[in-house]
């Protein structure tokens, strides 16, 4: 999903792409000066891609919203041919639903809440390179050491939760083997 973080001084919108693990509620994000499909392209390709691999596990379906950074014709739009080369599945939401994508709307308001509004009170940043090294900080502290009470989650971390999930599905079967990401 795409996020605007705030008008950065000298640098114009900061828009946030950002990518949860439905099941583990592990998330991934990466700053932006723009939210153009090569954008969302990246930050699936960079971060979200690798650490499924290094699992040995694949994502099977997408789940985002209708914002034409996701959505446009499918033999023409960056990021449907992106999806369609990796061969995962994408699902939209109803339009004008964002409850219908509400792991990701919970993922932005805790981002936003913990993160955004703290260093922007502390901080003053002069780059996009400098707001991603503090959000790959806390995203770090996010995903290995912060528990999680949400549905399920039972107090562990969502590389613990990942981890987990990857021992309740087969192995040898990749059908079973899904993970889906909003």
Known sequence: D???VGHLKGIGKVYLQSVIDCFSRYGWGRLYTSKLPLTAVHVLNTDVLPHFEAYEARIETILSDNGR?????PDHHPYELFLQLEGIEHRTTKVRRPQS???VERFHRTLLDEH?????????YESVEQMQSDLDAYLQTYNEKRPHQGRMMEGRTPLKMFEHGLTLRPADTDDERMNEAA
Do not use: D, I, K, L
């Open 101 to 103: 994508n509400g792991f």
């Open 69 to 73: 950074e996701f959505c446009g014709r």
């Open 116 to 124: 955004f509004r703290v260093a922007g009170r502390t901080t003053w």
């Open 2 to 4: 795409t996020f605007f």
